[in-house]
């Protein structure tokens, strides 16, 4: 079996980061993923997988610059590592594999890789 | 967001401010406010929280508790005595705060606690407002019908307690119960058992407390079963209540009975006669002011035109205050003894468990000085000054805790005894929070206070003067300590005095003549109408079988004062007070054991004794009469004749009321009716062992229907003793234990003292000093402290006890004696328990001492 070490959560913050590029931080992301799947969830809960994934090597992060709205406070910026980027290609592909396998489904999605 | 790492914080808040922000955008400032703290709490989570410096403190407190426990451990004596100290100090105050508890609750177990009271009334009495409780039967009629919108209900209950003979065919109980009239069951909630609380409607019904209940019945069902009372009346078990704690109006009660059965046929609308209490409910948004004020002159319209000018008054005393707060002087409500008492052990717990706690934090301070070395160490690998202070402070909170413990296995051992001496029945409330919620959190500030000194202060030191040996304890802990040596002594000292004095006190009433014998003497209430006519017959079968002396009838007890009457005259002369009368039979004088000063007893022989009497010395002196005996005197009670009297002869005073008042004035007729109570004197040369089954044979055989149901003379006399002997008692295990502890805190303080000069001490025996000369160095201080202690106890415990005595009439005096004996004896057991360090250190080889460094 393959360890994809992603959990659901964590890959949808994954894709969140990568997709949000420069504005990844913790407040948007949070924002972001309670409008894309119309889950509530908090920004500590958000921030406390940012940082599991950074200790995984999945993300990097760098404090960016400050902004007024903030009362000047700096933001922390993540980044997807190529590491990252590998383990969430593994699990999409682990899904479509088995997406693939079971028969009901195999028909309609054949995605070409 | 205090808890937040700090190379977060910066971020986050900024994160939080801008949802803030958002959010205000969106929804209100209070949503917006809402959401940030919900977010904040969400930042509850272990990557987000700071982490404490150290890495591993699981086996930091290890350590801690390992040398505390070894530091308990090294030092097992004093450890016992700190412990077990504070472990009585909290016991007694447990003790105490129960018996105050339970001081408090009378009456609460009643569920219209705040709305029932009784009606008092205030009598002129020359020039004195009297307040008593006995009522004419007629005032509840009025009240019940007139002033009805006023009261929930009025019940008007018999004022005495009623002695009847309750008996299921072959089952005969003696029993006391109130009569009552039928809305009581209500107004004091009983919780029946069986049956229903207005069951006394019927006037030929019952109410059963269920002990009584279960004595006749045993499990079967009470209910319309027939009994009989005094084996006069047959009547029907109404109901069954569950007991009434010890701590309730009525708890001395063991069935309620209906008042129109002890009237039986009675009138209720009568102005005349005072036998009845009258309880009232006020309605619940009345107060009792409003109430009484509106009834206050009630009975005017219905007394006799003597009374009525100089007026009587009306008013109601709330049940909340009946147990504590009764005592009227001149109609106004006065600081009662039972009161007083309340204050007075509640400062004396108060001041054990003060002392306790000094104590505990004394030596708690005095002991962490020779931990400075170990502070010092630990500073210097790198403690931080907050652990130092946790280290300690849990040490003496754990310390204070295992006292705690120990003081709930303490009282729970001594309750049955406490409750034995104090005359309650009190349990450990286990399942009541403040309870727990009080005793832990008292235990917490003392483990704080004790373990304040070496945690703050130790602490503060820099750890190379401590480890270098330069470090001194400051002046201001031994000077404190002195204080409060001394204070504990003058609590101890003022203790043992008062003790004594209470006994004394008792000692001097008991040595009292009591004018009358009454060992060996029987006393029974012949209440059965079996009784009538068949007094000659007793007397003869009695004194047939040689264990009698003789009997005797009077109208009330030897041991009280029942009875009083005024309207005396002699030669045109009448007498103001009020004398005690009493009916007795011819041979009363001979069985309760009269002495006669004066003329002779009631004589069968002579005809004319019918209309004689006895009186007493003190009637003698109020009569003025230079040679009574002879002399005739008119009496008139009330203005009817009753006619005239010669004095036979003059007895001594006799103790029938409290042994500490003066005798009253006394005044003895000669009955012609059968009385009530009966008094046997038993022969003296036989044993009670062999005479009782010889009496109880002849009553048995006579009146079988009542039951040999005696009481010693003795036992009732003695009993005028008790509520002294109790204060006394208790007093003395207070004292004791004051003693005790005071003498353990010295005892473990002047260890200390001899420790801490450990290498002086040698020094003074290498260059030559003698034992005596160690002995004195020692022992001085604590002496002179124990001195000061006794000069500052002797005149306040003087003041406090001459005060105490004030309240009775007839008392000892205070003599020099006692101050001198109790500062001996203080400072005796000082000597002794400061002489065994002294001697100890005295002893020991200089070498011993010095070998160290």
């Known amino acids: ?113 | 967001m205090r808890f937040l790492r700090d190379d977060l914080a910066e971020e986050v808040l900024g994160d939080l401010e801008e949802k803030f922000y958002a959010n205000l955008h969106k929804k209100s400032l209070r949503a917006a406010r809402l959401n940030y703290w919900y977010q904040v709490l969400q930042y509850f989570r272990p990557f987000a929280i700071k982490k404490s410096p150290t890495i591993n403190t699981f086996d930091m407190y290890l350590s801690y508790f390992k040398i505390g426990w070894r530091n308990l451990l090294k030092q097992k004596g004093y450890s016992a005595i700190n412990i077990g100290g504070l472990a009585i100090g909290i016991s007694v105050a447990i003790l105490i705060g129960l018996w105050i508890h339970d001081e408090l609750s009378y009456n609460k177990y009643f569920e219209h606690y705040e709305t029932i009271g009784q009606i008092y009334r205030l009598d002129k009495v020359e020039n004195e407002t009297e307040a008593s409780t006995p009522q004419v039967a007629g005032l509840g009629t009025l009240l019940k019908n007139s002033y009805n919108t006023q009261f929930k209900s009025v019940v008007m209950v018999r004022a005495m307690l009623e002695e009847r003979v309750i008996a299921l065919s072959e089952k005969k109980f003696t029993q006391h119960g109130y009569f009552m009239q039928p809305e009581g069951g209500d107004m004091f909630s009983l919780k029946m058992k069986h049956g229903s609380r207005d069951g006394l409607k019927d006037k030929m019904s019952i109410l059963l407390s269920a002990s009584v209940a279960e004595k006749l019945f045993g499990e079967a069902d009470p209910i319309n079963q027939i009994v009989s009372m005094d084996a006069k009346w047959d009547i029907k078990v109404a109901g069954v209540y569950e007991d009434l704690p010890r701590n309730t109006r009525f708890h001395d009660a063991s069935f309620f009975a209906p008042l129109e059965l002890y009237m039986d046929g009675g009138s209720l609308d009568s102005w005349d006669n005072y036998f009845l209490d009258i309880y009232v409910q006020i309605h619940e948004n009345r107060s009792f002011e409003e109430v009484s004020s509106i009834i206050k002159n009630a009975t005017l319209p219905h007394l006799d035109e003597e009374k009525r000018q100089s007026g009587q008054e009306v008013f109601i005393h709330p049940m909340r205050e009946w147990h504590l707060n009764s005592e009227f002087r001149n109609g106004h409500l006065v600081t009662s003894p039972q009161q007083k008492a309340v204050w007075l052990y509640g400062v004396i717990g108060a001041f054990v468990l003060f002392l306790a706690c000094i104590n505990f934090m004394n030596l708690s301070t005095a002991r962490s000085e020779k931990r400075s070395r170990e502070v010092g160490i630990r500073k210097s690998i790198g403690s931080y000054r907050t652990q130092l202070v946790q280290q300690f402070l849990g040490e003496s909170i754990l310390v204070a805790c295992i006292a705690f413990v120990l003081s709930i296995v303490i009282v729970g051992l001594a309750l049955p005894w406490f409750n034995f001496i104090a005359d309650k029945n009190m349990t450990i409330p286990w399942t009541n929070y403040l309870f727990w919620l009080s005793g832990i959190g008292f235990t917490i500030v003392t483990g704080l206070l004790a373990g304040s000194y070496p945690a703050l202060y130790l602490s503060s030191f820099q750890p190379v003067k401590v480890l270098k040996g330069t470090f001194k304890p400051g002046i201001g802990s031994s000077i404190s300590r002195r204080v409060l040596v001394v204070f504990q002594f003058t609590v101890s000292v003022s203790l043992i005095i008062g003790t004594v004095i209470v006994y004394q006190q008792i000692q001097y009433a008991k040595s009292r003549p009591a004018g009358y014998s009454p060992k060996g003497l029987l006393s029974l209430r012949a209440g059965s109408p079996e009784f009538r006519g068949k007094y000659d017959v007793l007397r003869t079968q009695l004194k047939a079988t040689g264990a009698v002396e003789d009997i005797a009838e009077s109208n009330y007890s030897v041991t009280s004062t029942k009875g009083w009457n005024g309207g005396f005259s002699w030669k045109g002369r009448t007498y103001d007070p009020s004398f005690n009368t009493i009916f007795v039979s011819y041979d009363y004088g001979r069985t309760v054991g009269l002495d006669f000063i004066d003329g002779r007893d009631f004589s069968r022989e002579v005809a004319s004794d019918t209309a004689g009497i006895l009186i007493n010395e003190s009637a003698a002196k109020e009569f003025g009469i230079e040679n009574p005996v002879g002399e005739l005197l008119k009496w008139a009670p009330g203005g009817s004749d009753r006619g005239t009297y010669q004095i036979l002869g003059v007895v001594k005073d006799m103790i029938k009321g409290s042994p500490y008042e003066q005798t009253r004035p006394s005044v003895i007729f000669l009955s012609r009716n059968h009385e009530q109570w009966l008094y046997v004197r038993v022969n003296p040369d036989l044993s009670l062992h062999d005479a009782l089954p010889k009496i109880e044979a002849v009553f048995k055989a006579l009146v079988p229907s009542a039951p040999f149901d005696f009481r010693f003379a003795d036992d009732e006399y003695n009993a005028k003793f008790r509520a002294e002997e109790r204060t006394g008692q208790l007093a003395g295990i207070f004292s004791l234990l004051t003693i005790f502890i005071s003498c353990s805190g010295l005892f473990a303080l002047s260890a200390f003292t001899a420790e801490q000069r450990k290498k002086e001490i040698g020094i003074r025996k290498a260059f030559g000093a003698s034992l005596t000369d160690i002995w004195t160095l020692l022992s001085r201080e604590f002496f002179l402290l124990v001195m000061i202690s006794c000069l500052v106890a002797v005149p306040l415990s003087y003041y406090a006890m001459s005060s105490w005595l004030e309240q009775y009439q007839y008392r000892t005096t205070i003599s020099m004696m006692v101050f001198i004996l109790a500062a001996g004896a203080a400072l005796g057991i000082t000597m002794v328990t400061v002489s065994f360090q002294a001697f100890k250190t005295g002893i020991m080889k200089p070498v011993e001492a010095l070998k160290q460094d």
Request: avoid cysteine.
């Open chain 1, 1 to 113: 079996m393959i360890e994809t070490r992603l959990g659901e959560f964590e890959e949808v913050i994954l894709l969140l980061v990568g997709i949000l590029g420069e504005e990844a931080y913790a407040f948007r992301i949070a924002e972001e993923f309670e409008s894309q799947t119309k889950r509530s969830s908090s920004i500590g809960a958000v921030h406390s997988t940012l940082t599991r994934l950074e200790e995984k090597g999945f993300l990097k992060s760098e404090m960016g610059k400050a902004t007024a709205e903030r009362g000047g406070r700096r933001k922390r910026i993540y980044t997807i590592t190529a590491y990252g980027r590998r383990a969430l290609e593994d699990a999409r592909d682990f899904r479509i594999s088995l997406w693939s396998q079971y028969p009901a489904f195999a028909k309609k999605f054949n995605y070409s890789i």
